[in-house]
């Protein structure tokens, strides 16, 4: 069946440095990829999306590239900052819409 | 609006009960997803619902649970003769339609815990 997989934390940054947490995925046809991130205490929201091969899906700095040939949807951000720490949650869609997460991956920024 | 809320927020009990984990979803969202997030499994999918149909139930674990969806709205989650596996977060989630296209939308969560 469809998963994801992403990689293990906890990862832990100084403010200002660059971020990536990879995700790869194994699916049948062709889902949307997605980022969803939990601030300590608040529920899940969505970061960012992607629908297609190729597409690069952003907001608030941080970026991921579809990438159909690698089966990846690695997350960047180049300076990260104090209040992106987080949960991060890598995900795809699969029949109907439902949601597979990746096990997820905690985000500590140091100042 | 309002967003998705979930009731009770936090829930405690005994082992061999029944509880029921009820859902808000967004008004005007016709499609509902259940998913539970443990500390072993991370986040999985239960169900959804388009409208009052269920057309995906894999994700239930065993026939304790169950979930329906009465006026396209409000949906009730009900796990029989808890557990202590059954301790999890309880997220629900809606979206306007079903189907990747949609962004899911979710509630704050049901903590239960089974004693």
């Known amino acids: 069946g469809d998963s994801v997989t992403q990689m293990e934390g906890p990862v832990t940054l100084s403010e200002e440095a660059f971020l990536t947490i990879n995700c790869t995925y194994t699916?049948?046809?062709?889902?949307?990829l997605f980022w969803y991130v939990q601030y300590p205490g608040e529920g899940l929201q969505l970061l960012l999306k992607?629908?297609?091969?190729?597409d690069k899906g952003s907001n608030k700095g941080f970026e991921a590239t579809y990438r159909k040939e690698t089966t990846s949807f690695h997350l960047e951000k180049g300076s990260v900052q104090v209040s992106d720490s987080a949960v991060y949650f890598c995900?795809?869609?699969?029949?109907?819409?439902?949601?597979?997460f990746g096990q997820g991956t905690e985000l500590s920024v140091k100042p | 609006g309002a967003g998705v809320s979930q009731s009770p927020s936090n829930k405690v009990t005994e082992k061999g009960k029944d509880v029921e984990l009820r859902c808000d979803p967004i008004?005007?969202?016709?499609?509902l997803y259940w998913y539970r997030q443990s500390l072993g499994q991370g986040l999985e999918f239960l169900i959804y619902?388009?409208?009052?149909?269920?057309?995906?139930k894999s994700g239930l674990p065993s026939d304790r649970f169950s979930a329906e969806r009465t006026g396209g709205s409000v949906s009730t989650l009900t796990i029989q003769r808890t557990q202590q596996e059954d301790s999890a977060v309880y997220l629900c989630?809606?979206?306007?339609?079903?189907?990747?296209?949609?962004?899911?939308?979710f509630g704050p969560g049901t903590r239960l815990t089974v004693t």
């Open positions: 619902f388009q409208g009052n149909s269920a057309p995906d």
């Open positions: 008004s005007g969202h016709t499609a």
């Open positions: 992607a629908t297609k091969a190729d």
């Open positions: 989630a809606s979206s306007l339609a079903s189907g990747s296209s949609y962004e899911q939308y």
């Open positions: 699916a049948t046809g062709y889902p949307s």
């Open positions: 995900a795809l869609t699969s029949g109907g819409g439902k949601l597979i």
